[in-house]
């Protein structure tokens, strides 16, 4: 899809800036950050606290602009409620999902230290036990949630991960054993309910659906609302428009749906007090990025233009259509460099030696010459850290952070510095 560059005005100004003397290079977006907040606490403020998903953008600078801005912070390993945490995260503003825990880390958790007040979400019976033996050898009572793995998933979900067996959370019959578990335990406490069906949704009917299920499950499980709850999470699932032909997802229409829904469940006397929360990630960090990637050859082969950036699936592994998709489409690109050139066809491929590493195309660009620098927009999710990086050994791409005119590199991974 060929992206308008006066569309991506901060993105284009950040190719001028000294700052961005090396690619490839993801340039986040600070105010665009803040502002899908914004827009969401507008919608949603009253009847949700929002959760950013960390996992999709855990860069440092990000993260501490997302703890300070959101009300809550959905950690999935441990190093990320560690992130959490050092971000400004409080502990009783961090869940901890994600199957795999480590018996060490689930230690870790339940020792006095910062990140007690943090809430697991138990993603299995043996999860429940190990972390009750812990509390109980630490003396502490942890606070529990149990995710559910909804037998109902409705269409249009990109990456659906219930309704079919799957690590994930505990199956919708069995939930009710899980909750005695927890109950039968003294140093465990059931602080609520965590579901999160699918992901990248662009249909508000689909995603209504999916919170009258989750409406309807957290009204059973809590006994018809008279069992106390702290904390009820809802996996909202809002996907982007990614590719050609989609439209940005009417949340509005998310609002309407599923207002009435969420009134229901908190006119339950146990649930009066609850903390829901909608988690998720890409909507809030997806559109506050772009990998920015300069193109090192052109060539002609075989009747067809070729353009290799510096950046293939080593650095976007989404973008070249390796991250669940069964078909790779194109990602809105720009040509930051000749925005103004008469557009001609062309293939973009990364660095790699491998038929495999296709960025792009064919799509029409503004003629792309050597030394341009290209723009993947929509990369400010599952980008730099969900991509294979150390593949054939090139350079880490850098990190920017634009903040009105300041650009700074906020990088983590230090490959690049060992550049010639
Ligand atoms: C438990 C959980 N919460 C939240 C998310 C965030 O999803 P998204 O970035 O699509 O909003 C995911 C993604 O896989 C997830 O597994």
Redesign the pocket.
Known sequence: MLVESNALPAFGRSTQSPALSFTPAYVYDAAVLRGRVAVLRGLFGDLFRI?Y?I??NPNPAVLRIMAAEADHL?A?SWAEVIRALEAGGAPRAITW??PGKRLAELRALAAPGRARGVAL?AEGLDEIDDIARLSAEHGVVQDVLI?INPDHVPRGF??S?SGKPSQ?GIDEAAVPEAVAHVDAQPALRLAGF?V?TG??CLSADAIVENFANMARLFRELSRDGTRVLDKLIF?????LPYHAGQADLDVAAVRAGIAPLVAGLRALPGLAGAAFVL????????PAGALVTEVLAVKDSRGQRIAVCDAGFNNHLAACGMMGSVFRKDYPIANLTGAARPPEEVRLTGPLCTSIDALAGPLPLPRVARGDRLAVMLSG??GLTASPTRFISHPDPVELMLDGDSLRDVSETAMNHVLP
């Open positions: 959760s998903a996992k999709s959905d999935s999902s994600g979400v995710r990109g990456a991960m994930f965590h999160y992901s990248n996996g909202a699932g809002f996907g988690e998720l990630g890409r909507w809030l960090s997806g999710a599952y």
